[in-house]
């Protein structure tokens, strides 16, 4: 039996499921091919790429955090480029409105009444670049979007089209200019990734490619919006046992009592961390969730909902961000592993 489980939500009103599921061969086959691409413009980030197509066919949102010049756009264009879907970026700046991001009323004198002028918002995919640029206040006006998937206006509620996927780029807080994510905003992220400076032999291979331009510019779709809907829904029809359930909810609820963490992560996290663990299934060629899924994304999906305690955060780099991603491995070290791996679990 492979129905859902209760872990697993409903598809919403307006969801990007549109029918069928593909068999695994052929979802294996259309990842495989956004793999390609992503891989053929960020070199040695197997990991980061691997992330981001999880949070794409898991209908979430990726944040994307490192030091300027690591690639981070450029695996937001890559991924937006691999999928036939509208796409739309926004460079996000101090003086960046919130009308700017979601849209504004005009009055137009020929009706004499007000019109709305969609922002650059409505599209499938939003890169909402160096988001943390931008004063809290705009920032905020992608709250709403994000969670329902609308924009409220004037007291008139405008939908987006789905899927609606926003992968945004930020630079570490320590950097001059940049404006802290509040907790709200960052746990609508299911997964934030960093991407690392590349090694030696990635860089050598960056700048061959590079002599005759930018290879995001031979980039094509391959994939369309349709293949997409089908490729949700075959995520959505993964298996997820009682016990991988059971040992979801231990892991979350352990990170709620953990001295060194003043804020847990939320119910919306538990939730995220199963629906990438299913996709991290159908690309391993499964149609069920094991333990292992979930262990390899604990960190991605929760540590940036976290928020550590004054004492670690100080004697950790990062604002805490070392002594989060340790203290969630020993959790998950800590917390006893459903005995039978297999799909009976």
Do not use: W
Request: aromatic letters at 4%.
């Amino acid at each position: 039996m492979t129905s859902e489980t209760s872990l697993s939500p409903a598809p919403a009103a307006g969801s990007g499921g549109t029918g069928a599921p593909l068999s695994l061969a052929e979802f294996q086959e259309l990842t495989g091919a956004i793999m390609q691409n992503l891989e053929s413009v960020i070199d040695g980030k197997t990991e980061a790429a691997t992330l981001a197509l999880v949070v794409l066919i898991a209908e979430g949102h990726l944040l994307v955090e490192d030091v300027p010049g690591v690639g981070k756009t450029t695996l937001a264009k890559a991924l937006a480029t691999s999928v036939g879907c509208s796409v739309s970026r926004i460079q996000f700046t101090p003086d960046l409105l919130p009308s700017d991001v979601t849209g504004v009323s005009i009055y137009n004198q020929s009706d004499h009444a007000f019109e709305f002028k969609r922002g650059a918002v409505f599209a499938n995919i939003v890169i909402a670049d160096e988001i943390n640029r931008a004063s809290p206040k705009t920032q905020s006006a992608l709250l709403e979007c994000m969670e329902e998937g609308q924009v409220s206006l004037d007291g008139t509620t405008h939908p987006l089209d789905p899927p609606f996927i926003v992968v945004a780029t930020q630079n570490p807080i320590e950097m001059e200019g940049t404006y802290a994510l509040p907790e709200a905003q960052r746990d609508r992220f299911m997964v934030r990734i960093s991407m690392g400076y590349p090694d030696a032999a990635a860089e050598l291979q960056m700048l061959h490619q590079r002599e005759s331009g930018s290879p995001l510019d031979k980039l094509t779709a391959v994939v369309d919006k349709q293949q997409l809907a089908a490729m949700i829904e075959t995520a959505r029809a993964v298996y997820v046992s009682r016990a991988v359930e059971s040992y979801v909810v231990s892991i979350v609820q352990a990170t709620r009592v953990h001295p060194e963490f003043r804020l847990g992560a939320s119910p919306r996290g538990t939730l995220h961390l199963v629906r990438a663990a299913k996709v991290l299934a159908a690309l391993s060629g499964r149609e069920f969730v094991v333990p292992d899924d979930i262990n390899e994304l604990v960190v991605p999906v929760l540590a940036h909902r976290i928020v550590a305690t004054r004492r670690a955060a100080s004697d950790s780099r990062g604002g805490g961000t070392q002594a989060i991603a340790d203290a969630l491995r020993a959790i998950v070290a800590s917390t006893p592993v459903p005995l039978n791996r297999s799909r009976a679990v």
